[in-house]
């Protein structure tokens, strides 16, 4: 919404603007999972390792429907672009899962995957190509709707994995500060 809403205020040249939304993939499978583990039961255990693809797949499903009708269509005869869905995190932490299985998953048009190195070895190796982020779309509601029968709640899920991420970024932004300043003062210390 905040997107299409700065699109629509803008006076200026849409085609110049670019944005994506970001999702971190496999740290919901591992939150989920670890909460599933708690549950214990053989229906809560066959959960684990599904939310995250189901989550990213009903995220596609409200991009799709954002930037569809008559909203979209005015702003994109102005140059507008999609903001797209950008699957971030998408290694797979836990062994027992394929290690394509973010990936293989969630393929389909105006979607952007950050992988890690390794992550683009194995899928160049034995990954599968295929548009699959709008197909299966019940069975990922099915899914997602299935963890709130277990007592697993997602807006919790959603603002530990939040609350996690803004310190982790938080961590490594004041790293880089750091990093900064010493070679400034190397510098500095040169002239």
């Known amino acids: 919404e905040a997107y299409l809403s700065g699109l629509e205020a803008c006076a200026g040249d849409l085609s110049r603007i670019a944005s994506v939304a970001s999702f971190f993939i496999s740290r919901v499978d591992t939150e989920v999972d670890r909460r599933l583990d708690a549950v214990g039961t053989p229906e809560a255990l066959e959960q684990?390792?599904?939310a995250a693809v189901a989550q990213g797949k009903l995220a596609y499903k409200l991009f799709s429907e954002a930037f569809a009708g008559p909203r979209w269509e005015a702003l994109s005869a102005?140059?507008?672009?999609?903001?797209?869905?950008?699957?971030?995190?998408?290694?797979?932490?836990?062994?027992?899962?394929?290690d394509t299985l973010y990936v293989d998953e969630l393929i389909g048009p105006d979607t952007v995957n950050t992988m890690p190195d390794q992550t683009i070895e194995v899928f160049s190796d034995h990954g599968?190509?295929?548009?699959?982020?709008d197909a299966r779309v019940d069975e990922a509601q099915a899914d997602w709707e299935a963890l709130r029968s277990f007592g697993i709640d997602v807006d919790d899920v959603a603002?530990?994995?939040?609350?996690?991420?803004?310190?982790?970024?938080?961590?490594?932004?004041?790293?880089?500060?750091?990093?900064?300043?010493?070679?400034?003062?190397?510098?500095?210390a040169q002239m």
Request: without cysteine; aromatic residues 6%; hydrophobic residues 40%.
């Open 78 to 98: 102005r140059g507008a672009r999609v903001q797209r869905p950008l699957w971030a995190s998408t290694s797979t932490k836990n062994p027992a899962y394929p």
């Open 159 to 188: 603002r530990v994995l939040e609350e996690e991420g803004l310190t982790s970024f938080v961590k490594s932004f004041e790293e880089l500060l750091t990093a900064l300043q010493v070679k400034a003062d190397e510098i500095a």
């Open 128 to 133: 599968t190509v295929a548009r699959t982020v």
């Open 48 to 50: 684990r390792g599904k």
